[in-house]
């Protein structure tokens, strides 16, 4: 009696660990395209993703590039300092989005291009996402906000 008791528990144990297995492994495959991993325009520049992947781009709006054309389509350039990326975007631009202030957008690099389906802007006139930091200071291009005096970027 005392060994079926046994062969009963190690069978429901290695069904346990059969099934924790399987839904680890569904859940990494159904969140494989739901992750929109940060690249900044270096990367995006030395290792340009194909164009089906929808990922997040993020530096500074390039003073002077942006351009609004018919309708709400806007072009600008986002760089780090080390690569500049071309973005379009169709839809109305946050409020706060501006020339040399950091952004996030959203979207798929094709021919050349970050076809952006979304743009992200700074919340207030300091902050900047932290990816957006490190990419800018791995470029040299990041100002402390108490720097601001010498019109260099400012972030927190």
């Not at 089906?52 to 806007?74: C, H, K, N, P, W």
């Not at 959203?106 to 743009?119: D, K, L, P, S």
């Amino acid at each position: 009696m005392k060994t079926l008791k046994k062969q009963r528990r190690i069978q429901v144990i290695v069904l346990a660990f059969v099934a924790l297995t399987i839904a680890t492994g569904l859940i990494g495959f159904a969140m494989k395209d739901g992750i929109n991993f940060f690249r900044s325009p270096t990367e995006v520049a030395a290792d340009p993703p194909p164009e089906t992947e929808l990922f997040r781009i993020g530096g500074l709006v390039e003073a002077g590039s942006l351009v609004r054309g018919q309708g709400d389509v806007a072009y600008f350039n986002v760089t780090d300092g080390g690569a500049t990326i071309p973005v379009t975007f169709t839809g109305i631009l946050p409020d706060l989005f501006a020339e040399n202030q950091g952004m996030i957008g959203q979207g798929r690099y094709i021919n050349g291009t970050f076809e952006a389906v979304e743009i992200l802007a700074k919340h207030d006139e300091t902050y900047m996402p932290k990816e957006v930091i490190d990419a800018l200071k791995e470029q040299d291009m990041y100002r402390d906000p108490e720097d601001a005096s010498d019109g260099h970027v400012i972030a927190n």
